[in-house]
C-alpha cells in the first residue's frame, strides 16, 4: 500500500478550481512538512506549496499566492490543495510528497531517498 494516496485532478477551463487530495496511511501527518509539486510538459518539478504543523508554516510558490490554498485534516490524515482562478500555465502533473525527515518547511526536501509521493494526477487547463 503507498504511503501517499492521491485523488482528484482533471480537465477544467481557465478561471475554474480544481481540489486535490492526499491521504496518508502509516504515517502520523502532523510530526512532518507535507506539500504539492507540480511538473509540466518539457519542464522541471517545481514546489507549489508546503505545511508544517509544528510551527504552523504554510508556504506558496509566486505563481500560484493568492490562487491556490493548502490545508490540513489531521485526523483523516489528509492534506488538500484547493486551486482557485486556475490558468493554462498551471497545467502539469501534481504530487503530493511528505518528507519524513523534515518537521518543517524550511528543511522541507521530498526530494531526497527518504521522501515518500504521491501518485501524481494530471490537471490540464484549457478552454
Known amino acids: 500500500q503507498l504511503p501517499l494516496v492521491q485523488s482528484g485532478g482533471g480537465l477544467v477551463q481557465p478561471g475554474g478550481s480544481l481540489r486535490l487530495s492526499c491521504v496518508a496511511s502509516g504515517i502520523i501527518l502532523e510530526n512532518h512538512a507535507i506539500g504539492w509539486f507540480r511538473q509540466a510538459p518539457g519542464k522541471e518539478r517545481e514546489e507549489v506549496s508546503c505545511?508544517?504543523?509544528?510551527?504552523?508554516?504554510?508556504t506558496y510558490a509566486d505563481a500560484v499566492k493568492g490562487r491556490f490554498t493548502i490545508s490540513r485534516d489531521n485526523a483523516k490524515s489528509t492534506v488538500y490543495l484547493e486551486m482557485n482562478n486556475l490558468k493554462p500555465e498551471d497545467t502539469g502533473v501534481y504530487y503530493c510528497?511528505?518528507?519524513?525527515?523534515?518537521?518543517?518547511?524550511?528543511?522541507?526536501?521530498?526530494?531526497?531517498?527518504?521522501?515518500?509521493w504521491g501518485q501524481g494526477a494530471q490537471v490540464t487547463v484549457s478552454s
Open positions: 510528497a511528505l518528507d519524513p525527515l523534515a518537521p518543517t518547511c524550511t528543511d522541507y526536501d521530498p526530494s531526497t531517498s527518504t521522501g515518500y
Open positions: 505545511s508544517s504543523e509544528s510551527d504552523g508554516a504554510i
